[in-house]
């Protein structure tokens, strides 16, 4: 309890996430390729230090407004495409001069539009050309009534080129301060070598307790209920 966890995270937190995304998300993912963070908003920044401030972000409007102001308080380049009620506009997204595309497929916040299948395809079809990247917020997915979820873009695609993010801010408490992605793993090493040195930013004793409710079966039934 009182040794400083690993910088991406304590180990058993992500054994736990790996077999927990695969079962509910179907992202297969090794331990090595999740970061465990203070909150999404803090992984955002950490996304814009490991690409690089050349790069420019396309982000959904209406969207989750930290989303926006992380990335302007990164002095960053940024587009706004507009939401629809299938999506991302076709037209909009085709158009951008972003390399990075931030989107919410399932149930964007405040919109509540969830993109459908071959939106989902769009999106990845887009991702496939000239060193584009995107970043898959799936927050608040586990609250479907849907007996099969809908797919992940993460999952769906073979391309190594899609970072998935999620938190337990909804599904356990605001308080808690937990965040994670699952890193491609054509960027592992990029992570190590740009951002490896940087601290874990969640208390390893806290690690330990989440990693327990979810291997004990308690977070599943939480959700259930």
């Not at 996430?17 to 297969?28: A, C, T």
């Not at 993912?29 to 963070?37: C, K, T």
Request: net charge negative.
């Amino acid at each position: 309890l009182l040794f400083e966890s690993d910088s991406q995270g304590e180990a058993a937190l992500r054994f736990e996430i790996s077999k927990y995304v695969y079962k509910s998300r179907g992202v297969i993912a090794s331990p090595e390729q999740i970061v465990i963070g203070a909150g999404s908003e803090y992984l955002y920044g950490l996304i814009v230090e490991l690409f690089g401030r050349h790069r420019t972000y396309a982000i959904e409007t209406p969207s989750y407004k930290k989303i926006e102001q992380v990335y302007k308080a990164t002095e960053i380049d940024y587009e706004l495409l507009p939401l629809r009620s299938s999506g991302i506009d076709s037209k909009a997204l085709a158009g951008t001069k972003a390399n990075v595309l931030h989107t919410t497929p399932y149930r964007s916040y405040p919109s509540g539009v969830t993109a459908t299948a071959s939106k989902r395809h769009e999106y990845i079809r887009w991702s496939d050309k000239n060193d584009r990247y995107i970043i898959e917020d799936d927050f608040e997915s586990e609250f479907s009534l849907l007996k099969k979820n809908e797919e992940t873009l993460f999952g769906t695609t073979e391309s190594d080129n899609i970072i998935y993010m999620n938190t337990f801010s909804k599904t356990i408490a605001p308080s808690i301060r937990i965040g994670y992605m699952v890193l491609p793993e054509s960027l592992l090493q990029d992570f190590e070598n740009k951002l490896g040195f940087y601290s874990c930013t969640v208390p390893t004793y806290i690690q330990l307790v989440l990693a327990e409710l979810i291997s004990s079966g308690e977070f599943e039934r939480h959700i259930n209920r």
